[in-house]
T-cell receptor
Framework: QQQVKQSPQSLIVQKGGISIINCAYENTAFDYFPWYQQFPGKGPALLIA?????SEKKEGRFTISFNKSAKQFSLHIMDSQPGDSATYFC?????????????FGKGTKLTVNP | EPEVTQTPSHQVTQMGQEVILRCVPI?????FYWYRQILGQKVEFLVSFYNNEISEKSEIFDDQFSVERPDGSNFTLKIRSTKLEDSAMYFC?????????????FGPGTRLLVL
């Protein structure tokens, strides 16, 4: 019940295309859903995060869509650029329940071809 | 921009040896974390630390592991007797000062190899 399932494992997109990564969870106590971006040799860096009181959050080219009833959330990267090539992790935490720990998905390796 | 730093970047040790991984969290943060990432796998939570005590730990964080904040700036993870399966990238993270639900900032990691 603590798992976060992420798909696809890898994704290849052409420059200017839309990249979509999906995540699903089971634990209804989760109430904080961040996406992290990781470049080789670096630590994960927060990209964008959402709480379940909204269904969508947009920051620049990055959008999170959240479906509370389906317990799913997704990351959309519009106008994908070669510089977006990285591994993306979704995560979840039950912060209102007092848990700070992030439960991560397995990651999606995104390659944006020029 | 403030960042979390970790030393060493790489550590090679023999099975059964003790290792200490060091982290300097962002200076005004109050919440500290250790995560690990076995090669090719997902990032896994190990432990969270607040107000000089462990606030939460995972089943991975057994008696071989300990954390400490020996002074006002460092946060350390000690593995008492390393095993082959401890080989992983270890990430320190910090958040705060509000804590709950705030962004966790990750360091660049320490790659630990146990031979």
């Amino acid at each position: 019940q603590q798992q976060v399932k992420q798909s696809p494992q890898s994704l290849i997109v052409q420059k200017g295309g839309i990249s979509i990564i999906n995540c699903a969870y089971e634990n209804t106590a989760f109430d904080y859903f961040p996406w992290y971006q990781q470049f080789p040799g670096k630590g994960p860096a927060l990209l964008i995060a959402i709480r379940p009181d909204v269904s969508e959050k947009k920051e620049g080219r990055f959008t999170i869509s959240f479906n509370k009833s389906a317990k799913q959330f997704s990351l959309h990267i519009m106008d994908s650029q070669p510089g977006d090539s990285a591994t993306y992790f979704c995560a979840a935490a039950g912060v209102q329940g007092g848990s700070e720990k992030l439960v991560f998905g397995k990651g999606t390796k995104l390659t944006v071809n020029p | 921009e403030p960042e979390v730093t970790q030393t060493p970047s790489h550590q090679v040790t023999q099975m059964g040896q003790e290792v200490i991984l060091r982290c300097v969290p962002i200076s005004n943060h109050l919440y500290f974390y250790w995560y690990r990432q076995i090669l090719g796998q997902k990032v896994e939570f190990l432990v969270s630390f607040y107000n000089n005590e462990i606030s939460e730990k995972s089943e991975i964080f057994d008696d071989q592991f300990s954390v400490e904040r020996p002074d006002g700036s460092n946060f350390t993870l000690k593995i008492r007797s390393t095993k082959l399966e401890d080989s992983a990238m270890y990430f320190c993270a910090s958040s705060g000062p509000q804590g709950s639900g705030e962004t966790q900032y990750f360091g660049p990691g320490t790659r630990l190899l146990v031979l």
